[in-house]
Every structure is written in C-alpha cells, then in structure tokens.
C-alpha cells in the first residue's frame, strides 16, 4: 500500500472563519468513501464549516463546482475515473478537468481537483486510501495564501 509522500504546510490551526464544499461522485463510491472521510475528518480537525454534497459522476462535478463557488470559500471535487476499455476515460477525464479548471479561473475561487484517474481498481484503492487528506490540506493551504496576500 502506497501512502503520501505530500507534505503541505499548514500553520493555522483554526479556519472556523472559512465554509469549504465538500462535492463527491456516487459512481466508484466504494474507492472514494474512504477519500471523502479522511478530507471531511482533516477539514473538521481545523474547525472549517463543511458541507457535502453528491452528483452522479465526474462528469456532473465542474457543474455543481461552478454553482457553489458564491456561498464557499473553496470547493473540493472528489471522484474517481477508472480506465477501461473504451475511449470513455479520456474523453471524461479531459472534459473533466478543463471544466474545473474553467471554473476556478472564472469564479476567481480554489476548487481542488480531487479526481482520481487511474489504470485499474487497485491503483484506484491505493491511491484512495491517502489522497482525501492530501486535498484537504491543499484547500487550506491556497486559502491560507490567499488570506496572506488580501
């Protein structure tokens, strides 16, 4: 089992001032519960506000990102898209990921792209068992950097 070699600093300990959404896939729900528990744990250890929410799949998350960026100080977007035989995987993956990143840019608001893309399910379990801290840290992180140059 792999486990992260990230380390983000975080020197606040207390974000309560801060709303952070939280937006998970029911698709491959079973891979990312783990990852959506271990970001809501190390959000909630740092006193921010969460709030979760689910859509279908990946391909929904850009959409709902772009909703709730006025009523949060940022998003985390929580997926998993598996490869397979298709050409499927590349075209949600990439649509995916431009979307968000459209998003975060014409919002002017940190959404973390907390989508696993990987070959199969195991690399998908492995992965899944460390990245949901990982995003979390990487929310507070840029929010904490934000904060510095306002």
Known sequence: ??????????????????????????????????????????????????????????????FLAKKLCEGFDAIILLGCIIKGETPHFEIISQSVSDKVLEASLSENKPIIFGVLTTNNDKEAIERAAYKGTEFADSALSILETINKIK
Request: one cysteine or more; aromatic letters at 8%; proline letters at 6%.
């Open 1 to 62: 089992m792999k486990t992260s070699k990230l380390n983000i600093p975080i020197t606040k300990s207390d974000f309560s001032s801060l709303k952070i959404a939280v937006i998970s896939t029911n698709w491959n729900e079973e891979i990312i519960k783990p990852m959506l528990d271990d970001c809501v744990k190390r959000l909630e250890e740092n006193k921010t506000e969460v709030q979760i929410f689910f859509v279908p799949g990946a391909y929904e998350l850009p």
